[in-house]
T-cell receptor, first 112, second 114 residues
Framework: GDSVTQMEGPVTLSEEAFLTINCTYTATGYPSLFWYVQYPGEGLQLLLK?????DKGSNKGFEATYRKETTSFHLEKGSVQVSDSAVYFC???????????FGPGTSLSVIP | DSGVTQTPKHLITATGQRVTLRCSPRSGDLSVYWYQQSLDQGLQFLIQ???????AKGNILERFSAQQFPDLHSELNLSSLELGDSALYFC?????????????FGPGTRLTVT
């Protein structure tokens, strides 16, 4: 079945460091890919998405490119801030139905 | 604010009891999803409803059931509660239909079973 794998955390970075969180997926079709973020004490929020190969999703300085050849959707940010401390979830959804499959989440802590 | 509301915010109950969690989706969204988030299991998809009908089932226990009402709000019923059912329960909604739409999550209900 479909699945999403993320790099294990926790990840700790200094402010203004470069961030990469790796995400790879397994799917039978051509899914849409998402990154969700969960700030402490809150629900998940959609951060960005990409619906087809080579699409780049971007939001709030975060970017991720849909790479079909490597089945990957790595999240990047050039300069992280303390306010980016959160748990990040990579997810996919097949186009034929709505169910979203989430990865295990990667906890990010950014220290001043 | 995602537009998805969940009540109650916190719930503390004893083993063996039954509770009902409520979710109101965003205005116009037809699909409602329920998730359980715990430290050891991560985020687990439980069940999805679309316009009142069950659409997809995930790792939902037989002791759990859900429904979506004509006004599109949804309730998740958890019965014969066990200590291991303590978790955050999230509801999410989306426009729904045959394409893949992003989901909008509510703030969650924290259930503690003692």
């Amino acid at each position: 079945g479909d699945s999403v794998t993320q790099m294990e955390g926790p990840v700790t970075l200094s402010e203004e460091a470069f961030l990469t969180i790796n995400c790879t997926y397994t799917a039978t079709g051509y899914p849409s890919l998402f990154w969700y973020v969960q700030y402490p004490g809150e629900g998940l929020q959609l951060l960005l998405k990409a619906t087809k190969a080579d699409d780049k999703g971007s939001n709030k300085g975060f970017e991720a490119t849909y790479r079909k050849e490597t089945t990957s959707f790595h999240l990047e940010k050039g300069s992280v801030q303390v306010s980016d401390s959160a748990v990040y979830f990579c997810a996919l959804s097949e186009t034929s139905y709505d169910k979203v499959i989430f990865g295990p989440g990667t906890s990010l802590s950014v220290i001043p | 604010d995602s537009g998805v509301t969940q009540t109650p915010k916190h719930l503390i109950t004893a083993t063996g009891q039954r509770v009902t969690l409520r979710c109101s989706p965003r205005s116009g969204d037809l699909s409602v999803y329920w998730y359980q988030q715990s430290l050891d299991q991560g985020l687990q998809f439980l069940i999805q409803y679309y316009n009142g009908e069950e659409r997809a089932k995930g790792n939902i226990l037989e002791r759990f059931s859900a429904q979506q009402f004509p006004d599109l709000h949804s309730e998740l019923n958890l019965s014969s509660l066990e200590l291991g059912d303590s978790a955050l329960y999230f509801c999410a909604s989306s426009v729904g239909g045959g394409e893949s739409y992003e989901q909008y999550f509510g703030p969650g209900t924290r259930l503690t079973v003692t």
